[in-house]
T-cell receptor
Framework: NAGVTQTPKFQVLKTGQSMTLQCAQD?????MYWYRQDPGMGLRLIYY???????DKGEVPNGYNVSRLNKREFSLRLESAAPSQTSVYFC??????????????FGDGTRLSIL | ELKVEQNPLFLSMQEGKNYTIYCNYS?????LYWYRQDPGKSLESLFV?????AVKQEGRLMASLDTKARLSTLHITAAVHDLSATYFC????????????FGKGTSLLVTP
């Protein structure tokens, strides 16, 4: 089982460039999430999609947009990258209602550096 | 604003010793999670705690939840080097699609 797949795994951008981080899950999960992880900060929620067709802002949404393309895929876009967006980005998914004992499943992360 | 606070943030302990990591959160939560992260890796789920008094154990790790005190603990028994990692607690709410609010993590180093 692939679980949650993120692409790319590594990326270096110049300030002002744009890019899209891709995330796909094969577990038929309803909910998907984007987090960023910075040293000493834990993980912080950028955006989430509780179900197909819905998206909501998290704690740190500025500078990002998301698209829930279908049930499987949830992408994160940086329109004009800034050095402050240098981070490790994690995508996660969750089955949804009816499965309270299940945790969120995380992808391997995308390590993004902006120069 | 929900706050999740872990302590200690750094912990160095000898093999064979016991220790507890604490996780306090500021508002009522539907679910509490513990995750482990090895350097450069993803997050691995350890425990999901749903109700007051819940206790779960896996190997040398035991997690508990006191919803009245808004406190969860992760107890390490007879630590071994393989437990060296960063441990995160996180809380989630149905109202926000169970998006997680994480603590800053506890970096654990187990030494001989």
């Amino acid at each position: 089982n692939a679980g949650v797949t993120q692409t790319p795994k590594f990326q270096v951008l110049k300030t002002g460039q744009s890019m899209t981080l891709q995330c796909a899950q094969d577990m038929n999960h309803n909910s998907m999430y984007w987090y960023r992880q910075d040293p000493g900060m834990g993980l912080r929620l950028i955006y989430y999609s509780a179900s197909e067709g819905t998206t909501d802002k998290g704690e740190v949404p500025n500078g990002y947009n998301v698209s829930r393309l279908n049930k499987r895929e949830f992408s994160l876009r940086l329109e004009s990258a800034a050095p402050s967006q240098t981070s490790v980005y994690f995508c996660a998914s969750l089955s949804g209602t009816g499965t309270p004992n299940q945790p969120q499943h995380f992808g391997d992360g995308t390590r993004l550096s902006i120069l | 604003e929900l706050k999740v606070e872990q302590n200690p943030l750094f912990l160095s302990m000898q093999e064979g010793k016991n220790y507890t990591i604490y996780c306090n959160y500021s508002t009522t939560s539907d679910r509490l999670y513990w995750y482990r992260q090895d350097p450069g890796k993803s997050l691995e789920s350890l425990f999901v705690l749903l109700s007051n008094g819940a206790v779960k154990q896996e190997g040398r790790l035991m997690a508990s939840l006191d919803t009245k005190a808004r406190l969860s603990t992760l107890h390490i028994t007879a630590a071994v080097h393989d437990l060296s990692a960063t441990y995160f607690c996180a809380v989630g709410f149905e109202g926000s699609g169970y998006a997680l609010n994480f603590g800053k993590g506890t970096s654990l180093l187990v030494t001989p």
